[in-house]
């Protein structure tokens, strides 16, 4: 099939105005965005999004996971679509474009073949799944990973949030509980535009990210319990301080994703210290262990790693210790194909690439199950996401929406 020409470009000033427009709804306090999952501001954002799509001459589904698919027809009624998208859902303290930019990214080419009268082979649907953040709802990427098969339907709709409100409920109420079977569609192909949420395109001069990898996942749940006793008064020798043993613990941890350099990273992000009062020695600790690593292998190895040794230094202080794995995923090696319409879409188009590993969990790595996926990336000023100071620059998300447009045409085919 013919490729479109390199002439053939997004209108960067419409992608600009809608995502600060989306940014106007679950506004957060320091300029980003909070519009967590199946919120009244959730509602809100997906209401302009149909509204845009209809505009846009597309039609909408909706399945019983709240996924929401605009699609624009092909000529061939039976072929498969293309997808494109990602989510938009933010975190409490987001920024404007994780996500955000992969849905109205789509939704830019989709108007853009409009604007131009072309016609592709396949139809193209731009797809916003719910709760990829997993910050209201565990886990992350959750309605994806129903769609592929990775969760039940019943299991994720009974999550509950901080407050015991379950999705389910919450998804009826706010009116995004479609019909559609969930997984019932089939797909071509799916394309994810994302920000780096990383440094790497930004400090190498990038305009492009195609990503080849992404990487696995494993959250082990760590319990240390000692005995909670007086701080002052406790002599060193005989206090069982849960405490210390944590921080051996994660000193452990980093030195065990450093000898796997420089893919491999590891750190603790949630961290609960019982009683958590300034003259008692903690006498329990909780905490999570987040290993990440684009290979199997070298996961598997620090987790083994993280149990031998995490246990060797309770049973030397004294501490009794438990680990359970409460998450996961493998990595994530995406399709050759589709890799390759992204990486000669950026030659096509003069931008400057690079292959990059993604060291998020995307919508992507779950699809990628099901159907031939790739994702390509534009960079995040100092690499900053999940924050409200997240930023891009015009020309990034040009750049970014620019390669998506070619490789979704030349996947879906150009009708002459």
Known sequence: MPSPGENLRINADRLWDSLMDMAQIGPGVA????????????????????????AAGCTMGLDSMGNMFARREGTDPDALPVYVGSHLDTQPTGGKYDGVLGVLGGLEVIRTLNDLDMKTRHPIVVTNWTNEEGTRYAPAML?????????????????????????GDELSRIGWEGDEKVGARKMHAFFELHIEQGPILEVEGRDIGIVTHGQGLSWTQVTVTGKDSHTGSTPMPMRRNAGLG???????????AWSHAPHAVGAAGHIDVHPNSRNVIPG???????????????????EARLRHDGQAICDEMGLDVTFEKVGGFDPVAFDAGCVGALR???????YSHQDIISGAGHDAC???????????????????????????TRDWARAGADVLLHAVVETAGIVA
């Open 31 to 54: 300029g980003g965005n909070n519009r967590q999952t199946l919120t009244d501001s959730d509602a809100e954002g997906r209401a302009l999004f149909q509204s845009w799509c209809e």
């Open 143 to 167: 309605s994806s990973g129903v769609f592929a098969g990775v969760h039940s339907e019943e299991w994720a709709k009974d999550r509950v949030d901080a407050e015991g409100k379950r999705f």
């Open 246 to 256: 944590m921080a051996k613990i994660l000193q452990k941890v980093d030195e065990i």
């Open 284 to 302: 329990k600790v909780v905490f999570t262990v987040d290993f990440r690593s684009p290979e199997l292998e070298v996961i598997q190895d620090m």
């Open 344 to 350: 000669n879409a950026a030659e096509r188009l003069g």
């Open 366 to 392: 779950w699809i990628n199950q099901v159907a031939p996926t790739a994702m390509v990336m534009c960079p995040c000023v100092d690499g900053l996401s999940h924050n409200e100071a997240e930023e891009i």
